[in-house]
């Protein structure tokens, strides 16, 4: 399969722990977005990275969220001090300049749940 | 700033019948607007674009600027069109997130 990955595909914490989640988007896209998805609503932008740099951060992003992506392959998206409120669908997508607009493929998701 | 607006959380029909799924937006330049679909366990993919003016199976959508709207319009409904369907609006230029509605569910009876 050639399409975006995500691992775990889910995740269950107590309140207070630390979880990282991974993406691997598809090889040659140099975008790379997270969304999070709670019941009933559509994905909320998180953050997005070209290449290695995180070019914008939602103001849903707390501090206790980061996210890298170190050689501008793979990201990572850590939540610390997880909260009830975190629980949701952690979605990765990656894209590439086409047509003058960057069409994004989605990966299959990270869903979070917190205890 | 930008918002996207699916009135509806629901429509059923019967197959053969027409299908229009709702989308007005807000945003101040000009947008990219397009459609996704999330079939039962798979994850999220487009279906269309505006910009590409395509039909893809059978699903078509125009760009209303005057109304804001950005509807998808289907003339008979299969019964494997039946998903979740998400309006989204990215602003052009370097800045390429999208921002989606809430969607809708399709549900198309034989």
Known sequence: DTGVSQNPRHKITKRGQNVTFRCDPISEHNRLYWYRQTLGQGPEFLTYFQNEAQLEKSRLLSDRFSAERPKGSFSTLEIQRTEQGDSAMYLCASSKHSGGAYEQYFGPGTRLTVT | ?110
């Not at chain 2, 607006?5 to 197959?15: G, M, R």
Request: aromatic residues 12%; hydrophobic residues 35%.
């Open chain 2, 1 to 110: 700033a930008q918002r996207v607006t699916q009135p509806e959380k629901l429509l059923s029909v019967f197959k053969g019948a027409p299908v229009e799924l709702k989308c007005n937006y807000s945003y101040s330049g000009s947008p990219e607007l397009f459609w996704y679909v999330q079939y039962s366990r798979q994850r999220l993919q487009l279906l269309l674009r505006h910009i590409s003016r395509e039909s893809i199976k059978g699903f078509t959508a125009d760009l209303n600027k005057g109304e804001t709207s950005f509807h998808l319009k289907k003339p008979f409904a299969q019964e494997e069109d039946s998903a979740m369907y998400y309006c989204a609006l990215s602003a052009t230029g370097a800045n390429s997130k999208l921002t989606f509605g809430k969607g809708i569910t399709l549900s198309v009876r034989p």
